[in-house]
């Protein structure tokens, strides 16, 4: 069975940083692209970043050029995203995903961890 | 690059939905489906613009021409109703919908 878990969110300070890990299980992590997307309270899904299975392509969002890091350490079957200089409009649900493989599209995703940054 | 959907749809027991998304030249990339229900994670409904993954019910079909993609839920249930979010890959980033909230009355 796939298994994506998320943890490492919490409330943090404007300006602040967060790590975002995500262990994988049920499945050969090393070959797929694994990505990071967002859900703000009631607002919709924001795709935030994507790693290629070795690494050799990374993707970011716009919105957080500058501020993520995106890694992955395939023996430890582990996804991790770094957050830097946190805003009140980071506040967010960021959910791990696995995309399909040779196509677009997310096919398994994790419960997510919740970040809060207060006014 | 930006995909639009109507902000809701409601639809009776047993009729048809139809969740419009649009974007310009939309055909050309592959479009995907999210259901979400409330407090729970995405799950895919359908990729490659009419393809659905294993599990998903025969009522849940795609379309994809010029620039706008198609959702339709035929014979929709109670069950079916959530939110649902259209995607696509556009060369180096991927974009979602805006949302559709259907309401099954």
């Known amino acids: 069975e796939v298994r994506l878990v998320e943890s490492g969110g919490g409330l943090v300070k404007p300006g602040g940083s967060l790590r975002l890990s995500c262990a994988a299980s049920?499945?050969?992590?090393?070959?797929?692209?694994m990505t990071w997307v967002r859900q703000a309270p009631g607002k919709g899904l924001e795709w935030v970043s994507s790693?290629?299975?070795?690494?050799?392509?990374?993707y970011y969002a716009d919105s957080l050029k500058g501020r993520v890091t995106i890694s992955r350490d395939n023996a430890k079957k582990s996804l991790v995203l770094q957050l830097n200089s946190l805003r009140v409009e980071d506040t967010a649900l960021y959910y791990c995903?696995?995309?399909?493989?040779?196509?677009?599209?997310?096919?398994?995703w994790g419960q997510g961890t919740l970040v809060i940054v207060p006014s | 690059y930006e995909l639009t959907q109507p902000p809701s749809v409601s639809v009776s027991p047993g009729q048809t939905a139809t969740i419009t998304c649009s974007g310009d030249?939309?055909?050309?990339?592959?479009c995907c489906w999210y259901q979400q229900k409330p407090g729970q994670s995405p799950v895919l409904v359908i990729y490659e613009d009419t393809t659905r993954p294993s599990g998903i019910p025969e009522r849940f079909s795609g379309s994809n021409s010029g620039n706008t993609a198609t959702l339709t839920i035929s014979g929709t249930q109670a069950i079916d109703e959530a939110d649902y979010y259209c995607?696509?890959?556009?060369?180096?980033?991927?974009?979602f919908g805006t949302g559709t909230k259907v309401t099954v009355l």
């Open positions: 995903a696995r995309e399909l493989a040779g196509t677009p599209g997310f096919d398994y």
């Open positions: 030249k939309l055909e050309i990339k592959y």
């Open positions: 995607q696509a890959w556009n060369s180096s980033f991927y974009v």
């Open positions: 790693i290629s299975s070795n690494s050799g392509y990374i």
């Open positions: 049920g499945f050969t992590f090393g070959r797929y692209t």
